[in-house]
C-alpha cells in the first residue's frame, strides 16, 4: 500500500502561481512512478503530468505545457507541481497517483494508488 495526501491547492487569481505537493507514505516510495490528473465539475478526470521513477523523465499535457513543472524528492518522498499563469480553466480537483513504473502514464487507469485531492480555484 501507498498513502497519498495532496496538499497545496487554494483560492487564487489568474496569472497567479501555486505549488501542490503529494507526500507518500507506506510501501517504498521510489518503487513508484508518479503523475498529476485533475477533475472538474461535470468533467472526466484528465491527466496533467507524470514523472518517471528516477524522475529524469516528465511528460505534459499539452494545455499545461511551459506553464506546470513536476519534480520528485525521492529523499522526502514528496512529489511537487508547481503551476504558474494559471488560467480559470485550470479550476479543478487535483490528485496525485503512483503507477508501476511500467505502465503507461497517460491515463487514469494504470494508477493504482490515488491521494484524496486538492482543490485549485483560479477567479478571473
Known amino acids: 500500500q501507498v498513502q497519498l495526501v495532496e496538499s497545496g491547492g487554494g483560492l487564487v487569481q489568474a496569472g497567479d502561481s501555486l505549488k501542490l505537493s503529494c507526500a507518500a507514505s507506506?510501501?517504498?516510495?521510489?518503487?513508484?512512478?508518479m503523475g498529476w490528473f485533475r477533475q472538474a465539475p461535470g468533467k472526466e478526470r484528465e491527466f496533467v503530468s507524470a514523472?518517471?521513477?528516477?524522475?529524469?523523465?516528465?511528460y505534459y499535457a499539452d494545455s499545461v505545457k511551459d506553464r506546470f513543472t513536476i519534480a520528485m524528492d525521492n529523499a522526502k518522498n514528496t512529489v511537487y507541481l508547481q503551476m504558474s499563469s494559471l488560467k480559470p480553466e485550470d479550476t479543478a480537483v487535483y490528485y496525485c497517483?503512483?503507477?508501476?513504473?511500467?505502465?503507461?502514464?497517460?491515463?487514469?487507469?494504470?494508477?493504482?494508488?490515488w491521494g484524496q485531492g486538492t482543490q485549485v480555484t483560479v477567479s478571473s
Open positions: 497517483a503512483a503507477r508501476l513504473p511500467w505502465r503507461p502514464y497517460h491515463t487514469p487507469e494504470q494508477y493504482a494508488y
Open positions: 507506506g510501501r517504498t516510495f521510489s518503487n513508484y512512478a
Open positions: 514523472i518517471s521513477k528516477s524522475g529524469s523523465s516528465t
